[in-house]
């Protein structure tokens, strides 16, 4: 639906503006590669919702692990920022180990773990 993805754009775009305007520094993750979408395979892929598998207290910042399929490759267009802007600072990055494959038409998506 090109017509709503633009309009989600442009709202996070103004939320951009407003944020930039109180000072706020926005750091975006870049798009997913060809190749991390091909790895995707038949689940398919997202990444507009960069934020949700990561979780930080105090100076420990976590990767979590995604349950749905299509949503585990959206840690890694995040990775070089993490890498550019945490590990360089002397707070700890740990990742939650990614998730075993699940069985075909495995209603749970697999075993985990989840995070």
Do not use: C
């Amino acid at each position: 639906d090109p017509a709503r993805q633009s309009r989600w754009e442009a709202e996070r775009d103004a939320l951009g503006e407003v944020l930039v305007s109180y000072g706020v520094e926005i750091l975006r993750p870049r798009l997913l590669t060809s190749a991390e979408k091909a790895f995707a395979g038949s689940a398919g892929y997202a990444n507009f919702f960069a934020r949700d598998p990561f979780f930080t207290i105090g100076d420990h910042v976590i990767e979590g692990s995604m349950r749905f399929a299509h949503r585990r490759v959206e840690v890694l267009p995040m990775r070089g920022l993490f890498a550019e802007r945490v590990l360089t600072t002397g707070a700890r990055y740990v990742a939650t180990p990614m998730p075993e494959v699940p069985e075909e038409h495995d209603p749970a998506l697999g075993p985990g773990p989840f995070l």
